[in-house]
Nanobody, 123 residues
Framework: QVQLVESGGGLVQAGGSLRLSCAASGRTFSSYAMGWFRQAPGKEREFVVVISRGGYSTYYADSVKGRFTISRDNAKNTVYLQMNSLKPDDTAVYYC????????????????WGQGTQVTVSS
């Protein structure tokens, strides 16, 4: 069992930056690829990025490539999402999730989910 808790969301102006964190409980964190998803009101949950178990490989959605950076610290059981050059379209609830397999972009492939953190980007 893995429990995930996101933090770091907030209100930021367009062009600004935020850093999200996702802290995991349990000793099996390094056994999972970790992904970030987001969901805006009235829209489906959308894949953002995923990082492999060891942190050596990443895969980004085109919409965030070059602006967002995922990283993880397995010693701290934490995954991070650095978001730069934020746009109003990035406004959503952001979720971290754990999957056994890497490079999965569909939500059902992820076994564990956090409760989400709100990111609001004003224009």
């Amino acid at each position: 069992q893995v429990q995930l808790v996101e933090s770091g969301g907030g209100l930021v102006q367009a062009g600004g930056s935020l850093r999200l964190s996702c802290a995991a409980s349990g000793r099996t964190f390094s056994s999972y690829a970790m992904g970030w998803f987001r969901q805006a009101p009235g829209k489906e949950r959308e894949f953002v990025v995923v990082i492999s178990r060891g942190g050596y490989s990443t895969y980004y959605a085109d919409s965030v490539k070059g602006r967002f950076t995922i990283s993880r610290d397995n010693a701290k059981n934490t995954v991070y999402l650095q978001m730069n050059s934020l746009k109003p379209d990035d406004t959503a609830v952001y979720y971290c999730a754990a999957a056994v397999r890497f490079k999965m972009t569909n939500p059902p492939a992820y076994e564990y989910w956090g409760q989400g953190t709100q990111v609001t980007v004003s224009s």
